[in-house]
């Protein structure tokens, strides 16, 4: 059997025979996103609070904004077109109609059979807020439904628009968040089996076999990947099952950084088995760059809230670009950096990281 | 036994040094093993038994010195000699949440060719263990897996460093037939032991080390030869002889009290007896355990080290 595979292998077998570290990893991300989720989620159940835009002021109009206030106990706010916008980026409104001018004319014509195309609203939702626009979408259609009774083609058609606001649903937010934290720590905590190894003189061991050395890396780095993708399913599996986290972007894109990501932090993890001695050394030296890691990169608290100092250090760390990057491509979250800047910060320190460990590790 | 060294050898090491700081751990070591042979290097703890054999697998540099293992000039192409030879380590090396049989299983995907692994686990006598992770298996145990793995690629040199330690007897007598069995089979063997009768058993040759030195080398005849011409007549000390006395006697060389012990190290066994008898029937004494040996490998050990073999 192929030395790469076969080694895989044996690293798997390991990894999964360690039953503490099996459970910390996977487990870890999981409570957090539970406990997270579980104490964020109230909140909903209420009414809507829309934005409302005429630009008719006709009659049929008023009909329209009566029939949305009467279903369920929805609220409309009358706003100008740009202060509506506005007021759902920060949060204010859930999302925003917009009646079109010429509403009510294409209206009369409808029912006169006169019209050459249906009458359309305008409704922006959140694309990552998917339990609001669920609802704003069931509030339109029953709204619509109404004024289009009959079986004539429809008068009125919803025309959908999204913008992206900057509160997140917390959970949306928060899973992907997770996600790059575990794959930190998948790939971080690759050098405590390496030291352990080494101190067991097992590498040594192995380096008198004709194995070559990008065999044994690269049966750890595919391990590791291994472990993340796993990992990323469950994660993402739990976000949408329990907490109705909609994936917006593509799947292929979030796989693509969780890899980029994963290596990233795997060459990080070489450069701590590269200068820790010992298991416990490289233990610790983990934590001290995981933890900051974790505070720093905008999952717990907002970067741009963060001292000048810190903010410095939020804008170097691969963990702010990896989470920033996951909640783009995963629920459209606002951008804290373009991707591209993100997958270039993110090689940037997989190449840096494994450039320096490539010329420090010690094999015995 | 002599070993005729035909063609040129499979070890050829001249001048091997390597300095720890303050450590001369190799102090200028030559020696040749011939294919076929099992060599022995022999020492003290801190000898530089394990850095040496470690130079000649290409496992750490060497300072100076040159050495050649099967053709191969180890401090430029130690991974040419890589799939040809078998070592095990002072300390075996395993994976520790891996079974007997994937280890082995695992090391032999290294090779291109590799025996297979039920014949290295009967070989090595476990099979009763198999299917244990090798962290819960016995020292002498885990030492026979790490020679199982030095075999997997039916290697032409096996390197063997410290096979037995930790061994219990019959585990012992059972590796050293193994090692024979190799020898059999045409394969060359060099091991470091501390063991003077594993030395014995086995080595067709052996240097003995201390401070990174061979102090001498040859077959255990004539290492012993070579300074004990003399057989050693030994009895229990008695008190009332005087060492002046006894070296008085007939054909003795020297005499050496070693513990509750009296040595008379003699070229003709018969006259010192005889008269030794003599002399304790004048004094009304009776030598107890009275008995004749050949000087062995332990003597040599004492005298060229000034300490004992075994720690
Ligand atoms: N990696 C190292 N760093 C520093 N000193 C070392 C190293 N390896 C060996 N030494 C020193 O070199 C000397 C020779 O050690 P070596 O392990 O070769 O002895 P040995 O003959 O194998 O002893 P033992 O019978 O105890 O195994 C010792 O004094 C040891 O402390
Ligand atoms: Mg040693």
């Not at chain 1, 279903?71 to 999302?95: F, H, K, T, W």
């Not at chain 1, 472990?227 to 994660?235: E, L, R, S, W």
Request: include cysteine; glycine fraction near 10%; hydrophobic fraction near 50%.
């Amino acid at each position: 059997m192929n030395a790469l595979v076969a080694l895989t292998i044996a690293n798997i077998k390991s990894y999964v025979r360690d039953r503490a570290a099996l459970f910390w990893t996977l487990a870890f991300p999981l409570i957090f996103i539970f406990m997270f989720g579980f104490i964020f989620q109230g909140g909903g159940g209420g009414g809507l609070t829309l934005g409302w835009v005429d630009h008719d002021a006709s009659p049929e109009s008023a009909e329209l904004h009566r029939a949305f206030t009467a279903l369920r106990s929805n609220e409309l706010v009358e706003l100008p077109e740009a202060e509506a916008r506005a007021q759902m980026q920060d949060g204010e409104v859930d999302a925003v109609i917009v009646v079109p001018d010429g509403y009510g004319e294409a209206i009369t014509a409808g029912t006169a059979g006169s019209a050459t195309a249906p009458a359309s609203i305008t409704v922006i939702t959140d694309p990552s807020r998917s339990d609001l626009a669920g609802s704003v979408y069931q509030a339109v259609g029953a709204v619509l439904g109404i004024v289009n009774l009959g079986g004539r083609p429809p008068l009125v058609v919803p025309d959908p628009q999204t913008i992206q606001t900057e509160n997140l649903n917390f959970i949306s937010y928060f899973v992907p968040s997770m996600l790059g934290l575990s794959v930190m720590q998948v790939g971080i905590f690759a050098a405590i089996p390496l030291v352990a190894d080494r101190e067991k003189l097992i590498l040594k061991r192995l380096a008198a076999t004709p194995l070559r050395r990008w065999q044994l890396v690269g049966s750890n780095v595919l391990m590791r990947l291994l472990i993340a993708m796993v990992q990323a399913v469950i994660i993402v599996a739990v976000g949408v099952v329990f907490f109705g986290v909609e994936v917006t972007g593509s799947i292929a894109a979030v796989a693509a950084f969780v890899i980029l990501g994963a290596m990233a932090f795997l060459a990080l993890g070489y450069v701590v088995a590269s200068f820790a001695a010992t298991e416990d050394a490289a233990n610790g030296m983990t934590s001290v760059i995981q933890f900051p890691m974790m505070f720093l990169s905008g999952t717990f608290f907002p970067i741009d809230s963060m001292p000048d100092v810190l903010q410095g250090v939020a804008r170097v760390i691969p963990l702010t670009y990896l989470s920033d990057a996951l909640r783009q491509v995963m629920v459209s979250g606002a951008a804290f950096a373009p991707l591209w800047v993100c997958a270039a910060v993110l090689l940037g320190w997989l190449v840096v990281c494994f450039a320096i460990a490539a010329v420090k590790f010690r094999w015995q | 036994m002599t070993v005729a060294i035909g063609g040129s050898p499979v070890i050829r090491v001249r001048g091997l040094t390597k300095r720890y700081g303050d450590v001369q751990a190799v102090a200028g070591v030559d020696f040749d093993v011939a294919g076929g042979e099992i060599f022995g290097l022999l020492g003290p703890n801190g000898a530089g038994k394990t850095t040496t054999v470690e130079i000649l697998e290409g496992l750490r540099p060497a300072d100076g010195g040159e050495v050649s293992v099967l053709g191969v000039d180890v401090t430029r192409d130690a991974d040419a000699l890589k799939p040809r030879i078998g070592i095990s380590l002072q300390t075996a090396a395993l994976y520790p949440k891996l079974t007997v049989t994937e280890v082995i299983d695992l090391f032999r995907s290294f090779y291109a060719t590799s025996r297979p692994t039920a014949e290295l686990i009967a070989d090595l006598d476990l099979g009763e263990r198999k299917n244990a992770q090798t962290k819960v298996l016995s020292g002498g145990q885990r030492q026979r897996l790490a020679v199982a793995l030095a075999l997997v690629n039916d290697p032409e040199l096996v390197f063997l460093d410290e096979p037995t330690t930790g061994l219990d007897p019959a585990a012992r007598r059972s590796l050293w037939d193994l090692v024979l069995g190799l020898k059999a089979a045409g394969r060359t063997v060099l091991l470091t032991t501390h063991y003077m009768e594993e030395a014995e058993v086995l080595c067709d040759r052996l240097a003995i080390m201390d401070h990174g030195k061979i102090l001498e080398m040859g077959t255990v005849d004539e290492l012993v030869m070579k300074r004990f011409h003399e057989r050693a007549v030994r009895f229990d000390r008695l008190p009332e002889l005087t060492t002046a006395e006894l070296e008085a006697l007939p054909a003795v060389a020297s005499v050496k009290a070693d513990g509750g012990e009296m040595l008379l190290y003699t070229s003709d066994v018969g006259p010192t007896i005889g008269a030794l008898l003599a002399l304790t029937e004048r004094r009304g004494l009776e030598p107890q355990n009275l008995a004749i040996r050949r000087a062995t490998l332990e003597d040599v050990f004492l005298d060229l080290t000034g300490r004992a073999l075994r720690d």
